[in-house]
């Protein structure tokens, strides 16, 4: 599952261009708008995962109002993309925790960057006492005992992003098969997408301290959700046949009632 992002840019051939560019790099674009009061239309409309906004807008509401007023709705990760550069401006930006702060023109580089740092940002910012004060304005719960900002894992409320090559891959925890390890690497399956990630089963696992994520064998762990079937030695996943190692077979057989 791609990443979502809502672009708010008011110059149609810079928002047409970059939009296309978002696309071409894996990212969804689930809409664009040149006002706030229509990305706040389409906010409530579609599910966002990060918000790209320029802060000179047309409409009632700059850049920064917008982005008070989206957040204000739910929490996203935010990267703000102007021309403005001026001491006030500044200032009125960091109130609203942005992730990253682009100067146009922009480059592609800086773009990646910003996006990987967006996401990190976004998680690790849960991290401070704001999170336990009730200000989610900083961002979700973020199930992490290490700085994020060196991980290849993030969890965010019900899903995970999976740092793959430029930039994180969005997978829902329910749709999450099984995970095998594969020596120093982790092969993440999930319904429609696999994803291989350098970490241990073992840290994967404790990082993600999802209950239904159970251990059948040293190299495997399967979500009981998905299970269909097993016996003795193996748990069928889908179309996957997983097994199931005696060290692992009683403690997995707890999660069912056999009254």
């Known amino acids: 599952m791609s990443i979502r992002i809502l672009l708010v840019e008011d110059e149609a051939i810079l928002a047409m261009e970059m939009s296309e560019t978002l696309e071409n790099e894996g990212y969804e674009v689930v809409g664009t708008a040149n ?18 906004c320029d802060i000179n807008i047309k409409g009632d509401w700059d850049g920064i109002e917008t982005v008070q007023r989206l957040i204000a709705v739910r929490p996203v990760p935010v990267i703000y993309m ?29 773009l990646r960057i910003s996006i990987e740092m967006a996401i990190n ?6 991290l401070t006492p704001a999170a336990e004060t009730g200000d989610y304005s900083r961002g979700p ?11 290849s894992i993030l969890r965010v409320d019900d899903h995970i992003f999976v740092k793959s090559n430029y930039r994180f891959i ?3 925890l329910s749709d999450i098969l099984y995970m095998e390890a594969d020596n120093n690497h ?17 840290a994967i696992l404790e990082r993600l301290a999802m209950p239904r994520l159970v251990r059948t064998h040293r190299s495997f762990a399967v979500n ?26 009683e403690s997995f057989l707890r999660y069912f009632d056999f009254r």
Do not use: C, M, W
């Open 141 to 151: 719960t973020l199930e992490s005992r290490e700085s994020p900002t060196r991980d």
């Open 35 to 52: 006002n706030g009061r229509h990305a706040l239309e389409i906010f409530h409309q579609e599910p966002v995962d990060l918000l790209i």
């Open 186 to 202: 982790t092969v993440i399956q999930a319904s429609q997408q696999k994803l291989a990630i350098r970490q241990s089963l073992s």
């Open 224 to 249: 009981l959700d998905r299970v269909d079937s097993f016996n003795d030695y193996e748990v069928r996943v889908g179309e996957f046949d997983i097994p199931l190692g005696r060290n692992y077979k």
């Open 121 to 126: 940002n976004f998680a690790l910012r849960s």
């Open 82 to 110: 102007t021309a403005l550069s001026d001491r006030d401006t500044i200032e009125r930006a960091k109130s609203t925790y942005p992730a990253a702060y682009i100067p146009k023109p922009y480059n592609l580089t800086s």
């Open 170 to 172: 969005k997978i829902t």
